[in-house]
């Protein structure tokens, strides 16, 4: 694993010592590892495994100090994002949703919102969907959500949701605003508000337990929604001027450099012993000249990655926001980690044979990676707008949620 980034602006916490969260998963490393088959089978992560977990506060490694977060720099969110996924793609899965959406919920609520989930009491945790597939209808002091939603990755260990709906204009139909664009607003409730609905049947990433769940006629204060398309941050300006987009960015980067890195440490420690096909493929030079080649790709994705956020850091810390340029290298760069992360495990694949075909690591993060890799996030539409924004086709536009749209 890399060592810690130090950061010497007194913009990021100070309270929480980083190199100990790191030192915490070095511990809990091996945890993680062994329960990543039995989480498989349970759908998500087990009681041992979160436990190991819990002491991190995943939900609040992004949010202020003020609040009870520990305020940690995005590079920082990445180095620990990172070191999870090393030890278990599930974990680290579970363990981003729950930073990034803590950190939308920390930059976006109004106060009153804040103090009541941030109150030093509980250490909430969120979790849900932000495509609006429901309706919130207004109703005195709130209003009522109904609707259902899928990918709800680490619910079961959530205390919140974060539940993108769109409002309701009184007569069954999406509101719009003076701009004639439909009113997203993004809901929080209780998790044991809402029906689990199951339905996580997938290739991988079996143990985030990313089921649907519903909605029926939930009541939602009025400060606990915020507008998920246009939300200005609330507190933290700089930081949060990433908008979702960009604070979600950080955990999926995240995510795809720590799985990349021990897929191919998982092959190298295999192709190094001498008994059988294993010996044979560490005699070939064909095969380490792929192997090089995927380092380097690997390598090259994440020294870009850390390019673009140290960057972003530098903006921060000089009490500026995001421009539109700089979230187009975030997009492109979160792009690459997954790209050269797909590659390297096609490689590592293909060229092990039946040692990564049976059940065990190299076949896990294999089945994850391409899980991964379709997220909407990940979207080619995303990158071809990056694109355009770099020639200076559209350098007149600027990011709204996953578009890059003509300023209005």
Not at 35 to 60: C, D, I, Q, W, Y
Not at 153 to 181: C, F, R
Not at 302 to 327: C, H, K, P, Y
Request: proline share 3%; with cysteine.
């Amino acid at each position: 694993m890399n060592a810690p980034l130090k950061h010497a602006s007194g913009y990021w916490g100070t309270k929480t010592d980083f190199a100990s969260l790191m030192a915490h998963i070095e511990t809990i490393g091996p945890i993680l590892d062994k329960n990543s088959e039995a989480n498989e089978k349970l759908g998500r992560l087990n009681e041992e495994t979160f436990e190991a977990l819990k002491p991190v506060r995943m939900s609040h490694i992004f949010a202020g100090e003020d609040i009870g977060g520990a305020q940690l720099s995005p590079t920082q969110g990445l180095q620990l994002i990172e070191a999870i996924t090393y030890h278990s793609g599930a974990a680290g899965w579970v363990s981003m949703v729950h930073a990034c959406i803590g950190a939308m919920s920390a930059a976006f609520l109004p106060d009153t919102a804040i103090r009541r989930l941030y109150d030093g009491k509980t250490d909430n945790r969120f979790s849900g969907q932000g495509t609006p597939t429901g309706m919130l209808k207004k109703v005195d002091g709130g209003y009522r959500l109904n609707g259902k939603w899928s990918y709800a990755s680490g619910i079961y260990h959530a205390t919140y949701t974060h539940t993108a709906a769109l409002l309701d204009d009184g007569n069954g139909q999406p509101a719009k605003d003076e701009k004639g664009d439909v009113i997203v607003l993004c809901a929080h409730a209780p998790v044991e508000e809402h029906e689990l609905l199951g339905n996580w049947n997938v290739l991988g990433l079996q143990a985030t337990g990313s089921i649907d769940y519903a909605a029926n006629d939930v009541f939602i204060p009025d400060d606990m929604v915020f507008p998920i398309l246009t939300a200005e941050p609330q507190r933290m300006q700089e930081f949060f001027s990433l908008g979702v987009v960009g604070l979600a960015a950080i955990g999926h980067s995240g995510w795809a450099i720590g799985a990349s890195r021990r897929m191919l440490d998982e092959a190298a420690k295999y192709a190094k012993t001498k008994t059988g096909r294993a010996g044979l493929l560490g005699e070939s030079d064909k095969f380490w000249y792929d192997f090089g080649r995927a380092e380097a790709r690997v390598r090259a994705a994440r020294a870009f990655l850390f390019e673009v956020w140290r960057d972003v850091e530098s903006s921060i810390e000089a009490g500026n926001r995001m421009t539109t340029r700089q979230i187009s290298l975030v997009h492109l760069a979160k792009s690459e980690v997954h790209e050269a992360g797909v590659d390297a495990c096609h490689f590592v694949y293909r060229s092990l044979g039946g040692a990564s075909l049976r059940y065990g690591v190299m076949q896990r993060i294999y089945r994850e990676m391409l899980t991964a890799a379709n997220h909407f996030t990940i979207n080619p539409n995303i990158v071809g707008a990056a694109g355009r924004d770099l020639a200076g086709l559209w350098s007149d536009r600027t990011w709204q949620f996953y578009d890059l749209i003509e300023k209005k």
